[in-house]
């Protein structure tokens, strides 16, 4: 079956086969068909499946037809992810001209206000950017966001999590309503929060919300091409069982993503692995923009062999020379586990996945097992003999002068002021409240 057998436009087909993509995948075909025959669609498929594609395709196809103001709106959790959607949204429309914004924090607000006055065809955008130019650049800045013909939730389940709610209301509220657009959500793991949303009641003379897995949810977690395997050790000398980790035969080579906890690690980490002669870089939320797209460039370029980061890298990033994946910390959410290791077997290829796990993180692991029905091995080739004789000496050697440095260029003192006028403004918020409900008992009471 070819892209055209599903409906998409001669002109988007032939710009599909340049890029050297010929037949489409499970999650294509079954949901490109349904998109243009006007259903609200749910896409769920592993990462790696061509999801971006499977919404992309069918938008192109309608606004060739009527290419108007902003056709569509694409929402993402992450500012990285927004850049990669763009990037294949300008790769595919190359030759029809077509005009995209990308709306996330970090970025020039006013140049991004002047670009939405624009009416591009497509605005591609992290909700809480967004939310901010709704508040504050005004109607002629929003306008065009009025009659959007398409909305698209990209990773879902996370969008739709608490922490987005806010921003994605005021979102909304500038958009036609349901009726008058299609909604498209699509993620690697359907929540029941997603799935929730096909039984909704539907408007009269629409058609159903059309709810797409490719596999089963424990076959979906992760690709068959990939290998779970772990390490036990105690959590003081994580780092030197890293870099031996790093320096096996195997991996000695490998484009490889660490993924951890906190920024403050990413940190430490890379300070420290950079001192032992790793080609490193890092991705993190207290990075400026500038140095995070630089970093990840430098990745992509192969300039860097290491990429450590946050989970603001775990979600949809395409990036096909990933080999290696190694959660450095474990993460609380099984989920998060299985966007990480995403990262590396997409599209069929083969990769692996490290855990470094220390004597705090085995109920997460017990729950990472069970959520992805598969359980991991013991890493071969790491000897704790050898991690002492070869690694563990310049390993703690590298790390403490990474902790100097940090100490003495005052690494995390802006987040800590942040923190600490945030506090003394909920204090007065609390206590202001506090007095408020004085005033007003004693009110009642005298009354």
């Known amino acids: 079956m070819s ?4 409906g998409v436009a001669k002109w988007l087909s032939e710009a599909l ?8 995948t499970a999650i294509q075909s079954g949901c490109i068909p349904k998109i243009l025959a006007g259903h609200d669609c749910i896409g769920g498929a592993k990462t790696g499946s061509g999801k971006t594609i499977a919404f992309a395709a069918p938008m192109l196809t309608q606004w060739s037809e009527d290419p108007f103001g902003i056709f569509g709106l694409i929402l ?17 429309g190359a030759t029809m001209n077509i005009k995209i914004c990308v709306v ?4 020039d607000f006013v140049k991004q206000t002047l670009e939405l006055q624009k009416k591009p065809h497509f605005v591609i955008a992290t909700p809480g950017r967004l939310a901010d130019h709704i508040l504050n650049s005004g109607e002629d800045t929003i306008s065009g966001l009025r009659r959007v013909k398409y909305l698209v939730l990209d990773e879902a389940d996370r969008l739709l999590s608490n922490s987005f709610g806010g921003d994605l209301e005021r979102c909304f509220s500038v958009l036609p309503p349901s009726e008058k ?8 793991t359907i929540t029941d929060a997603v799935r929730a949303l096909k039984d909704k009641p539907q408007t009269k003379g629409k058609p159903p919300v059309f709810l797409h897995e490719v596999e089963t949810v424990d076959q979906v977690a992760i690709p068959s091409t990939l290998t779970v395997n772990y390490v036990f050790v105690p959590s003081y000398v994580k780092e030197a069982y890293l870099n031996s980790i790093l320096r096996l035969p195997k991996y000695e080579k490998s484009t490889a993503v660490i993924f951890v906890n906190r920024t403050y690690t990413a940190e430490v980490l890379r300070r420290t692995l950079r001192k032992l002669e790793f080609r490193v870089a890092s991705l993190h939320s207290e990075m400026p923009q500038g140095e995070r797209t ?7 370029a192969g300039a860097a062999r290491i990429l450590i980061a946050t989970d603001v890298a775990s979600r949809g990033l395409d990036i096909p020379t990933v080999e290696l994946v190694i959660n450095f910390d474990i993460p609380s959410d099984p989920d998060d586990f299985i966007h990480r290791v995403g990262r590396t077997a997409r599209a069929g290829r083969k990769g692996d996945a490290v855990s470094i796990i220390a004597e705090k993180d085995v109920d997460r692991i017990q729950s990472i097992e069970e959520r992805i029905n598969k359980r991991m ?5 790491i000897e704790d003999d050898d991690v002492i004789k070869d690694s563990l000496s310049e390993t703690s050697i590298a790390k403490r002068e990474s902790l100097m440095d940090m100490d003495r260029e005052g690494f995390g003192e802006k987040r800590k ?3 600490r006028k945030h506090g003394i403004d909920t204090a007065h918020e609390t206590s202001g409240k506090r007095e408020k409900k004085i005033k007003k008992s004693k009110k009642s009471g005298s009354s």
């Not at 993402?76 to 595919?92: D, G, K, N, S």
């Not at 657009?181 to 690697?188: E, K, P, S, V, W």
């Not at 630089?294 to 992509?300: A, I």
Request: with cysteine; net charge negative; aromatic share 8%.
């Open 3 to 6: 892209f055209e057998d599903l």
């Open 17 to 24: 086969s340049a890029m050297k993509i010929h037949s489409p």
């Open 76 to 92: 993402t959790p992450t500012r990285e992810l927004a850049l990669q959607i763009a990037e294949q949204f300008a790769a595919l």
């Open 104 to 107: 996330v924090g970090g970025e």
């Open 181 to 188: 657009r299609q909604t498209c959500l699509f993620t690697a």
């Open 294 to 300: 630089n970093s990840l460039h430098r990745f992509k």
């Open 377 to 381: 091995d013991l890493l071969e080739g």
């Open 417 to 419: 002021i942040n923190k």
